[in-house]
């Protein structure tokens, strides 16, 4: 090698420890940048000369440059966020994000997103974030990836088609002593209505018995008749104050509210427990229905299965969408576009999306951000090793320039 040739060898060598420099000084400035990942750079040597030796040809190489700048899609450190639809992954994939009037799909490690004032779920530059339409009678998503938009601003309401009642009723009373316990219902336009249930001490015994009656709204008698469509509608103790028979009606509301119906009132209870007749004050110790009235949007949120829920001030929490992961099988080929985004390209291959926790995908961490996966300790010892390669390469330049100083002064 001429000296000449030391030179420019010399300058490989500065220009790609000062690119790598770059490169460091790029991840530690996005040390805070959620979902980041940081680069490493891959050096080769440029191709070498044939060269003359005293025991034959030999090669001599020209330098060295960076062959490749790999980003590294380890798992990020995890922080806890107060916002309910900021979502990290743990594991494989991307979430999907969309530019509204390019149309151009991105994908992004970053879940910190927001609702702007459509409605789209949208990350910080706006871009749409993709998922699918999830059929709240099955509780699976459907369909094709869409933009995730929130319309549905109210929760239709439900009409009571069940209710419970577990009283006890008091031993000690006389024939034709009455208790009275009521419970609001819903119609089918979610109107509110009263019923308020009457129970008459019948005859002592044992068996002691008890009728039941009701009425709506404080005034209309409801039709009542017992499981069987018919009957009495007694409810009969045994000496120990168990209920033994009755205490499962039909309250027939047909004609009597909008879209009524008969409804079920039992007063066993459906979680446990039963009417009683003890020596003591009568009194509801449990009432429930399952009807409700109309509600209106109070917030939104998104779950550890990357489910997207409405909830409601009627208390319905209803599943609207769900988030869809991409994976690719050379991720690190992707192209980097900046704003956390990167798309795909022919070398990483084609997006396989899905469900969160399917099909080699990440799961998702609801309330929660992945910070970048930057090591300052480790960048700052690539950062020493590249400044002394920096450094030598300098001085191997210096001291060719020594040296062809030497060679010119041989001619004074």
Do not use: C
């Not at 020596?279 to 409700?292: L, R």
């Amino acid at each position: 090698m001429s000296i000449s040739s030391a030179m420019y060898t010399g300058l490989t060598g500065l220009n790609s420890n000062g690119e790598a420099m770059g490169v460091l000084g790029d991840n530690i400035a996005n040390l805070s940048t959620t979902g980041f990942k940081y680069s490493q750079v891959h050096f080769e040597d440029l191709m070498a000369q044939m060269v003359s030796t005293g025991s034959g040809p030999g090669q001599e190489g020209r330098g060295g440059r960076i062959s490749e700048i790999t980003p590294i899609f380890s798992q990020g450190s995890l922080e806890t966020s107060a916002d309910d639809v900021d979502v990290a992954i743990t594991g494989t994939g991307f979430l999907i994000v969309r530019e509204p009037t390019a149309q151009t799909v991105y994908y992004t490690r970053d879940g910190n997103f927001s609702l702007n004032k459509d409605g789209y779920l949208v990350n910080a530059h706006g871009y749409r974030v993709q998922g699918k339409v999830m059929d709240p009678s099955t509780g699976t998503a459907t369909g094709t990836d869409v933009d995730i938009v929130i319309q549905q601003n109210f929760s239709p309401p439900s009409p009571t088609e069940n209710m419970d009642m577990v009283l006890n009723l008091d031993a000690n009373a006389a024939i034709g002593d009455t208790y009275s316990s009521a419970l609001a219902i819903y119609d089918s336009q979610g109107n509110s209505h009263s019923v308020n249930m009457t129970f008459t001490r019948a005859t002592t015994g044992p068996p002691d018995t008890w009728t039941a009656a009701g009425t709506l709204d404080g005034a209309t008698v409801i039709p009542i008749t017992d499981s069987g469509g018919g009957g009495p509608t007694a409810m009969t103790f045994n000496a120990q104050g168990t209920l033994t028979a009755g205490g499962d009606y039909s309250l027939d509301l047909t004609g009597l509210v909008p879209g009524g119906a008969p409804v079920r009132l039992l007063m066993t209870g459906t979680n446990g427990g039963s009417t009683t007749q003890y020596a003591a004050s009568s009194v509801t110790n449990y009432a429930s229905q399952d009807g409700y009235g109309p509600g209106y949007l109070q917030r939104v949120s998104i779950n550890n299965e990357g489910v997207i829920t409405g909830n409601y001030s009627n208390g319905q929490i209803i599943p609207l969408y769900q988030l869809t992961l991409a994976r690719f099988n050379a991720p690190t080929k992707l192209h980097r576009e900046g704003s956390n985004a990167y798309t795909e390209t022919q070398d990483s291959g084609v997006p396989l999306t899905g469900q969160p926790g399917t099909n080699g995908l990440g799961s998702i961490t609801a309330n929660s951000l992945e910070q970048s996966n930057v090591d300052l300790g480790e960048q700052f010892v690539h950062m020493i090793i590249y400044q002394r390669a920096f450094q030598a390469n300098s001085r191997v330049i210096t001291t060719s320039d020594t040296l062809l100083e030497e060679v010119l002064s041989l001619k004074r």
